[in-house]
Nanobody
Framework: QVQLVESGGGLVQTGGSLRLSCAAS????????LAWFRQAPGKEREFVAA????????SYADSLKGRFTISRDVAKNWVYLWMNNLKLEDTAVYYC???????????????????WGQGTQVTVSS
């Protein structure tokens, strides 16, 4: 069974930085694309970033390019989200997700992901 466990969330002031981590376990994790999504109160879950199974391809929500960076440690089955220059609107629960199909490049669509973590809260304050 696939298990995704996020960590690293917390309270940070505007302009600050955080690094989120996701520990992934399960069959052939290294063969699947991984992604981060987020959901703010009263809003739908939205795509943040994705990384392909082989780390060659990364993609980001247009509004987050330049501030967020996704990376993965294939050997250790971790995926990270580096968040810089945080803004109030970045406040949300951040979720790690695994692609439903192997060897993918990482979709921006939530329906493409089969497994999800429980999320980690990020709160940005002024």
């Amino acid at each position: 069974q696939v298990q995704l466990v996020e960590s690293g969330g917390g309270l940070v002031q505007t302009g600050g930085s955080l690094r989120l981590s996701c520990a992934a376990s399960g069959p052939a994790i290294s063969k699947y694309a991984l992604a981060w999504f987020r959901q703010a109160p009263g809003k739908e879950r939205e795509f943040v970033a994705a990384i392909s199974w082989d780390e060659d391809i990364t993609s980001y929500a247009d509004s987050l390019k330049g501030r967020f960076t996704i990376s993965r440690d294939v050997a250790k089955n971790w995926v990270y989200l580096w968040m810089n220059n945080l803004k109030l609107e970045d406040t949300a629960v951040y979720y790690c997700a695994e692609d439903s199909r192997p060897c993918g490049t990482g979709s921006s669509q939530a329906y493409a992901y089969e497994y999800w973590g429980q999320g980690t809260q990020v709160t940005v304050s002024s």
